[in-house]
């Protein structure tokens, strides 16, 4: 499950160079690895997260919080996630998934998707003692900021 959020990371940055079109890829290294270089991250490219839209891009997002069980993730058992349904009034084909920090039940919520790198680089042990604690591989992670929240419609 850790190298999903390496994956997932790569899969942002593929569907924003497929879809923002401006942002220039460096080199393909592999069939599967494609570098980004960080200037080309920034306005007036666009990184397309997974609500679909650039980051950084103020919407309305509406769904519904769970918590999560699952028995093959122990990273997030327990955890409060959001199932967007519908980002500006559109519902979404396929629901994605959120972190959802102290929140319950149905909720609509003006915003927008940021993100940010994590974890420790996977040769970080062989050139530091102790490791740091982090029990996550490199990876990068969005998470949605909320500007205010709005009453939710119901289901």
Request: contains cysteine; proline residues 6%; aromatic residues 6%.
């Amino acid at each position: 499950m850790k190298n999903i959020y390496v994956i997932l990371s790569a899969v942002v940055i593929v569907i924003g160079a497929l879809i923002g079109g401006s942002i220039a890829i460096s080199k393909r290294i592999s069939a599967q690895l494609v570098v980004v270089k960080v200037d080309d991250l920034s306005p007036p490219n666009c990184v397309i997260g997974k609500l679909l839209v650039p980051l950084g891009k103020i919407v309305t997002i509406e769904g519904q919080v769970f918590v999560a069980t699952q028995p093959r993730a122990k990273e997030l058992d327990g955890l409060f996630l959001l199932q967007v349904l519908s980002v500006n009034g559109k519902k979404l084909v396929e629901p994605c998934v959120i972190e959802a920090k102290n929140l319950t039940g149905r909720v609509k919520m003006v915003g927008y998707e940021s993100g940010e790198f994590a974890g420790v680089p996977a040769d970080a042990s062989s050139r530091i003692l102790p490791v740091p604690i982090d029990d996550k591989d490199f990876h990068f992670d969005s998470f949605f900021v909320i500007l205010k929240n709005e009453p939710a419609s119901q289901p």
